[in-house]
């Protein structure tokens, strides 16, 4: 049956109907959305994990014990999850093992840039790169037959574009193979120094067989058009080229990006006059060309970072028309924010007005260090604030253990917060960590985490208690505030950093977006009162504008949080109820 599907709603797709049983994912933009829809299918045990690591590690679990498992992650969280990605490659699988990364090039929702095809070539595993959904879902199925064909992990490969725009799929029904049985192999599996030397020349003669297999199997191929310019490409790049040219070039589409073909590739260069590499992010396809003496032209015309379009595509290979039209550049900026009533921005201005160094982390707080609020001075990665705190307060001791914090999310924290903190107990550093309990895994999109006490499919499950855990890792000092106060969170701030010991600050209300949370009635303005002074404005809330010298309260957005009328001491800003 032919249906019109999403990138990652394709590949899971794909993932169902090869008869996969396990997945194990953490959510990351623009990955999420697979495992999302895996766990519609009930014949697929599907959660979330803390971190990538775990998840990776799940899924080899699985498959070791014979039943076809994945598990998926955005580019940086590959990162996470390389320790058992660069192993697992020499222990190969049992029944077959997909990982899907997915890039984010041109940085939508990711703090770097990187392309995960490197990845692939340092850890010797496969990978496969769908430029739409039918591919998406296709190479699903094709990974779990190179995977126990060949005895590795394969990892798919999406990107922004893919994993969220719409092609027509053809789908078919779910077809399980039988269970491998687990058997005991000490040489194979138990990776100590003896049995991984002998593993690794395997490896090796695994990547060049698979390198031979792709240049027949059809997962890459050629389209001959005019022999004048022969392109080579992958991924979305693809589109962008045949939308752009159509059958004006001809046209070798990658399938497989590592290993890359090699007699593919010279047989294609010798049908055509001259030959373009057209690849998002890094000149992997180009140095491999470059390798076998081929003058291309990539890099020396196209940029190594952001994402490409077909007008980018058409004007830098001279195409005669851009195929499609520019937005009017003077377009409003309207810049990221967070919401009306988000539990957040209390306990962001209570910070600036403190003049607190703020060590940040990944998650919509992240936002906190956007103007007016400007409240955050450092974001490096998944669970750094608490880890560069200590570093940051034991290389200054008292010069900074007063007047620094670090803030991290719940589910950054379950992830890789704890290893930090623990530090912190360990070598006892003067530290205040502020962890921002929202209830929920907000920034992708309201996925459970460990410490909401519900799984993927809002089942009741195991439920973490932060305050226990905190005191069980050896923190005396565990405040919980919320941050809807601002006199409470400006007394505890106050005191916590004044104390000489490590501490933790919960600060806990849920996200505002969750369905249960009840908004109130939209506050409102006294103009008699209002002076115009703006106070109101240093939240940065966009409920809050100012008109005609007077504030103004955008009823559709506000949800009656009461968090402006704290900061104005004229009572020009009433609640309804």
Known sequence: MKQLMLGNQALARGLYEAGCCVVSSYPGTPSTEVTEEAAKFEEIYCEWAPNEKVAMEVAFGACLAGKRSFCGMKHVGLNVAADPLYTCSYTGVNAGMIICVADDAGMHSSQNEQDSRHHAIASKVPMLEPSDSQEAYAFAKLAYEISETFDTPVIIKMCTRVAHSQSVVDTAERVVPAVKTYEKNIAKYVMMPGNAIRRHPFVEERTRKLAEWSETSGVNRVEMGDTSLGIITSSTSYQYVKEVFGAKASVLKIGMVNPLPTKMILDFAAKVDKIAIVEELDPIIENHCKALGLEVVGKDVFPIEGEYSQNMVAAKLGADVPCSKKLDENLPVRPPVMCSGCP???????????????????????????????????????????????????????????????????????????????????????????????????????????????????????????????????????????????????AVLKEELAAEEPSVIISRRPCVLLKYVKPKKPLKVLCDKCVGCKSCMRLGCPSISMKDGKACIDTTLCVGCGVCKQLCRLGALESQE
Do not use: W
Not at 381 to 395: D, E, Q, R, V, W
Not at 421 to 450: E, W
């Open 344 to 490: 957040h921005r209390g306990l962001f201005y209570t910070l600036k007005q403190n003049k607190v160094t703020v060590l940040g982390d990944i998650g919509c707080y992240t936002l906190g260090a956007v103007a007016p609020l400007s409240a955050m001075d450092v974001t490096l990665c998944m669970g750094a604030s608490i880890s560069s705190i200590h570093g940051f307060n034991k290389a200054l001791g008292t010069e900074s253990e007063g007047k620094t914090v670090a803030v991290i999310g719940d589910s950054t924290f379950m992830h890789s917060g704890m290893t930090g903190l623990a530090n912190i107990a360990y070598n006892q550093s003067n530290s205040t960590v502020i962890i921002l309990d929202n209830s929920i895994t907000g920034m992708t999109g309201h996925q459970q985490n460990p410490t909401t006490g519900y799984n993927i499919k809002g089942d009741p499950a195991g439920k973490i208690d932060l305050e226990a855990l905190c005191k069980a890792m050896g923190f005396n000092r565990v405040r919980v505030v919320d941050p809807y106060d601002l006199a409470q969170c400006d």
